[in-house]
């Protein structure tokens, strides 16, 4: 089998409970909730994803085998006197599409620990180190359990208040990105002052300008 990859590359993770942790990105292309075309931005069930995850003509883009995208991954990661274990992020789109237990087995054997970021339509496989869940107004959640909950706030139709009781270890919102973020984040600060559960998220990597 092969895996259809956007870009790889090798970055500090921006968002949640992970923020400012070295991190491989392997952005996966193709995604469930939208087409990635801007002609279609209006009827996708989330039409303020921020992402291109269309083709495989990004940075270190191409067609994987399982054993070619742990090497990739892992010649990415700086070679230091360090124990830290090579950290990857698996994201899209939704890697669910492609992310499989072969995949997953030789991450492993390159001793890869193994993150992903997920819209939680599709259940995620075992051995996966931390799943990051973010739900999607007018989609079905069936991965309703895991590490990390990154709500994107506000969003019609998806209230924390409907995620609250799931089994995750860390709740977050993140404000909606776009002409109206500045009122998003003082929406979304006012939520978790008043809801302590919820903790802030900030996209802190478009902060600093890097990928």
């Known amino acids: 089998m092969s895996y259809a990859v956007k ?3 090798y970055t500090l993770q921006g968002e949640g409970a992970h923020t400012g942790r070295p991190a491989v990105f392997c952005r996966f292309t193709g995604c469930n909730l939208w ?4 002609r279609d931005r209006a009827d996708a069930v989330c039409p303020f994803c921020d992402t291109n995850f269309v083709g495989t003509d990004g940075l270190n883009g191409g067609r994987y085998s399982a054993a070619e995208l742990a090497a990739k991954v892992l010649s990415l990661w700086p070679v230091t006197s360090s124990d830290a274990r090579p950290y990857a992020v698996c994201t899209g789109g939704e890697p669910l599409l492609q992310l499989d237990a072969f995949l997953i087995d030789a991450f492993h054997n390159e001793n890869i620990l193994i993150a992903i970021e997920t819209n939680g339509t599709l259940t995620a496989p075992p051995g996966i180190d931390w799943i990051c869940v973010s ?3 007018g989609s079905e ?3 309703t359990s895991g590490h990390e909950i ?3 706030f506000p969003q019609p ?3 924390p208040e409907g995620f609250q009781t799931l089994r995750f270890d860390h709740f977050y919102l993140q404000p909606l990105d776009g002409p ?3 009122q998003n984040t003082k929406r979304t600060m006012d939520y978790c002052l008043q809801h302590p559960q919820w903790r802030l998220s900030l996209q802190t990597h478009k902060l600093l300008g890097i990928p």
């Open 7 to 9: 870009e790889i590359y």
């Open 135 to 137: 739900p999607k107004a």
């Open 157 to 159: 139709g998806a209230a």
């Open 150 to 152: 990154k709500l994107v």
């Open 141 to 143: 959640l069936v991965q």
């Open 35 to 38: 087409t990635g075309h801007e």
């Open 180 to 182: 109206d973020r500045e």
